[in-house]
């Protein structure tokens, strides 16, 4: 089903092949450990792969969701929001309807890692409705030491509802 979607000039769709170099670059400046150009490849060329992005002009995209689904389960294995970009809306808008098309492809449980420090995502998720099942201690290393990683999952608000 194409459900591409574009209100006041912003578009959400589906990631393409195209979209790499873009994604690779938002990647670089927001993590330490970035997906490159060749990882992204890889990651895009597997069945399980669920990608979506977010332009506003239609072009390219300020914000990705990059996603791997196994039956009725899927990871979020990494989103961005390009530098210049952020504060506005846009990974809400564009997770909010990434989760949405995933519970319609039968998806009942998301789940991703983020570090305690990261405040920014810490806020996005619980915002989206993501609750912490775990806790992974020394997970992700700083210049300072280490830092712990929460397990977050999330499930379409009308599970379990009759
Ligand atoms: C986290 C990230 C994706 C948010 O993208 P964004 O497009 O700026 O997010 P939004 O504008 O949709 O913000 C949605 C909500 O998230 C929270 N949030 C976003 N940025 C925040 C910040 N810098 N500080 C505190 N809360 C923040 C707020 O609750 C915000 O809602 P509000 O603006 O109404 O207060 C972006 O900061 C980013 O790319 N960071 C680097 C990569 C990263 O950490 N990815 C997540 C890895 S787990």
Known sequence: MNRDIM???IMIRGLTEADLDA????????????????????????????????????????SYA???KAGDMADLVSTGTAATARRRGFASRLLGESLHRLAVDKVTEVTLEVAVDNVAAL???????FGEVARRRNYYRRP???????????????????
């Open 66 to 68: 990059l996603f791997l």
């Open 7 to 9: 209100t006041k000039q």
């Open 23 to 62: 994604v690779a670059d938002i990647e670089a400046v927001s993590f330490a450990h970035p997906l490159r150009h060749v990882d992204l490849v890889v990651l895009h060329a597997r069945p399980a792969f669920r990608g979506f992005v977010l332009s506003p002009d239609g072009g390219m995209p300020a």
């Open 144 to 162: 300072h030491g280490r830092v712990d990683a929460l397990v977050l999952q999330w499930r379409p608000a009308w599970q379990g509802s009759a």
């Open 123 to 129: 806020a996005l998720y619980a915002e989206l409705g």
